[in-house]
């Protein structure tokens, strides 16, 4: 990344700042203790209650809340799973190094939430369909797009999103607790997958909710003691400009901040968020990201009507404009604050300060939290990292165990019943969370840098080539399978190359001469995200014009001029997919507790699972129902009397799934505040533009 540097400046090398504070580190006390442990119980508190509150032992219950979500959790959750400690950290860690520039990536994402539920959601609800794969395959036929979906989705969650917020958490903890970082991140997960696994999306819904609040009383707090101590707003305007460490590389950009660090469209040359970049780069892999991702979509179609999910659209939109107030500024404070650390240009020294020699922005937020905050409210603000860790990291792996369940294993056991899909989504879950403790020595490294620039480039490689073929898939009737595998396996394949290259070729640091490739060194990885867009544009236009049309069953109710189409009488809207096996064949493997002999035999230990032992007396038997009627809660997997009626109903009447229909009224609200959230947007871009 290149910086401008205005003529009147001069890189000079200044007399060596006093060491990095001395020995005495600030660490949370008592106070801040229970307010952790306060924090804890409250979440666990609203797990169990959301797990009394939701039918979680069918798939649609556990995996989609039950599809009877309001507006305001469904909106909460969306804030909150966007919103992890990657944002925190990488956010502020970006303001103190460049300015308010990346805050475009949360300003693009309001639009295009907004755009998640006028113009997807209502071809998502009409298709029925549970996951984005699933949608895929629907669309378009055949199984290898969906399967390169799946596999693509969980390669993105557990090596970009987990990998991540870990580093971002692991940096805080480090810093406020001391602990050993393994002892905190089994705790964290440990804690997070107990909810997850039992109370399936209502529980992390429910609990995003409530640490959604949490996270915005602490950041509002500390935003208005950071702007108490740098002593206002004239102040950080004034004194950011002049927040130069003490030493730096002489004749050099080092450390000193950009002439631009206080708008958001830049030189479309020299600087390091080009303006056309942004409007077409950005908001392609953006639209990925709100439109199509499983994390989240799978929180707007658990909504209970589609009005509620475009309300729950709106609250996340409006949320959107805090991160810049409360997060981002105060990055940019700490950096007037502790200059010499925060934003130290020595590689030596700013590996002596942070272990890292590329710079030390990434601590901005944390450094302001355990240097500014009296005792109490470092311990609120670590429960609000926390609670943006595990909002997080909870999103991915009900998410993850969503697609992995429904697209994969139900791809490769095609007559697995309701219960044993019950089971593997839940252990897949502890196997992410096992994925998780063996990827952190990856994670810590890791070049930290810009963590949120760095995280953002890396997407822009991978999510443009799945964004066209949901757009085109949603709105153009004559796209087909053909057009969208290729297109999505060139695009894929050519933003995989580049992708390696940065791997390969490293940007330069700020004193270092930049000897990349041109393709590296003259094409921003915005510009490159709008050519790998209209390369698989082009593709997928060409592919589909040259070969067979779609089947009627591929367009009716899965496009944007189609969604009103009648439903098939033989449609299985209620099934994971469409398939052969009838209702009455799941019901039955349900109701006989989905097992055979065998699989009882391979099953054993597994706490979820039912086993019954004929042999034992009466009294033994009452006491092993208890037993297992506790765990089965626990787990939410029902267990039915003998002798009862066989027939299940179904999570949704028929001729409710798949409803497009809304109130005049409420629906007449939302859009209005749609012209108004639009108009906000439109009036804060301008603003910073």
């Known amino acids: 990344m290149t910086f401008d540097v205005t003529a009147g400046r001069q890189a000079t090398s200044m007399p060596p700042p006093p060491s990095p504070s001395p020995g005495g580190v600030t660490t949370l006390g008592t106070v801040d203790i229970v307010v952790l442990v306060v924090y804890f119980l409250l979440v666990l508190a609203v797990g169990f209650w959301s797990m009394c509150r939701t039918k979680r032992s069918t798939v649609d219950g556990y995996f989609l809340a039950g599809k009877n979500m ?20 990488g956010l502020a860690g970006s303001g103190a190094a460049a300015g308010i520039g990346a805050i475009t990536y949360e300003w693009s994402g309001m639009m295009v939430v907004l755009m998640l539920g006028w113009l997807f959601l209502p071809i998502y609800i009409a298709s029925g369909v549970m996951t984005m794969p699933e949608y895929l395959q629907r669309r378009f ?26 580093y971002a958490g692991a940096l805080f903890i480090q810093l406020a607790l001391q602990w050993n970082i393994y002892l905190a991140v089994v705790l964290l997960l440990s804690i997070t997958a107990i909810y997850t696994v039992a109370g399936g999306l209502a529980a992390v819904i429910y ?45 050099t950009t080092c450390g000193i901040p950009r002439d631009d660090a206080f708008h958001i469209f830049r030189d479309p040359v020299n600087s390091d968020l080009p303006w056309p970049g942004i409007i077409i780069g950005m908001t392609i892999p953006s639209m990925w990201y709100w439109c199509s ?98 909002s997080s990291l909870t999103s991915i ?71 066209i073929i949901f757009l085109t898939g949603c709105f153009w009737k004559r796209t087909n399978e053909k057009g969208a595998f290729w297109g999505l396996a060139i695009g894929l394949t050519v933003g995989c190359i580049r992708m390696l290259l940065d791997f390969i070729y490293p940007a330069p640091l700020c004193y270092e001469d930049d000897d990349r490739p041109a393709v590296l060194k003259d094409v921003h990885y915005l510009y490159f995200s709008t050519m790998l867009s209209f390369l698989t544009l082009m593709v997928v236009v060409a592919v589909s014009l040259a070969t067979e049309e779609p089947k009627p069953e591929q367009i009716r109710r899965l496009t944007w001029f189609t969604r009103f189409d009648p439903v098939e009488p033989k449609e299985q809207v209620f099934s ?76 949704a009447p028929e001729q409710a799934i798949n409803s497009l229909e ?4 409420l629906r007449l609200i939302v859009n209005i505040n749609l012209l108004i959230c639009l108009s906000v947007t439109a009036f804060i871009i301008g603003y910073w533009g």
Request: hydrophobic share 45%; with cysteine; aromatic share 8%.
């Open 576 to 651: 994971v997919e469409q398939s052969t096996k009838s209702l009455e064949v799941i019901t039955s493997q349900t109701s006989e507790m989905g097992v055979t002999e065998g699989e009882q035999e391979s099953s054993n230990g597994k706490a979820c699972h039912h086993r019954k032992d004929s042999s034992s007396s009466t009294s033994s038997v009452e006491s092993q129902s208890r037993l297992w009627s506790a765990l089965y809660w626990l787990c939410g997997m029902e267990r039915r009397k003998e002798g009862a009626d066989s027939s299940v109903t179904p999570s």
């Open 293 to 390: 991702d499983q994390v989240i979509v799978q929180r707007s179609l658990a909504a209970k009507t589609l009005t509620h999910a475009k309300g729950g659209s709106l609250l996340a939109a409006y949320l959107k404009i805090l991160p810049f107030f409360a997060i981002m500024l105060p990055g940019m404070i700490s950096r007037i604050l502790y200059t010499d650390e925060v934003a130290c240009a020595d590689p030596e020294l700013c590996k002596q300060i942070c272990g890292n020699p590329v710079g030390c922005t990434d601590t901005a937020y944390a450094k302001l939290v355990m240097e500014l905050l009296p005792t109490g409210l470092r311990g609120l603000m670590m429960a609000v990292m926390i609670a943006a860790l595990m």
């Open 662 to 665: 809304e109130k005049p009224r």
């Open 141 to 166: 036929g055949g199984r290898r797009t969906r399967l390169f979906i799946t596999v693509l989705s969980l390669f993105i969650y557990i090596f970009t999103k987990i990998s991540v917020d870990m």
């Open 207 to 251: 609990t995003d909710a409530a640490q959604t609040a949490i996270m915005l009383a602490g950041a509002v707090t500390l935003m208005g003691f950071s702007f108490a101590e740098v002593g206002g707003w004239d102040a950080l305007m004034d004194r950011y400009a002049n927040a130069i460490p003490s030493v730096r590389v002489p004749n």
């Open 70 to 89: 309001t507006w305001w959790p469904v909106g909460a959750s969306l804030f909150a799973s966007n919103i992890g400690s990657g944002h925190f950290i």
């Open 397 to 467: 792996f009900n998410s993850a165990s969503t697609i992995f369940t429904l697209d994969l294993w139900k791809t490769f056991r095609s007559r697995a019943s309701e219960w044993e899909l019950m089971i593997v989504g839940r252990v897949f879950v502890l196997v992410l969370v096992v994925v998780s403790v063996l990827w952190i020595p990856v994670v810590q490294a890791s070049q930290g840098g810009q963590l949120f620039i760095y995280i953002q480039s890396i997407s822009t490689y991978l999510q443009p080539p799945v964004s």
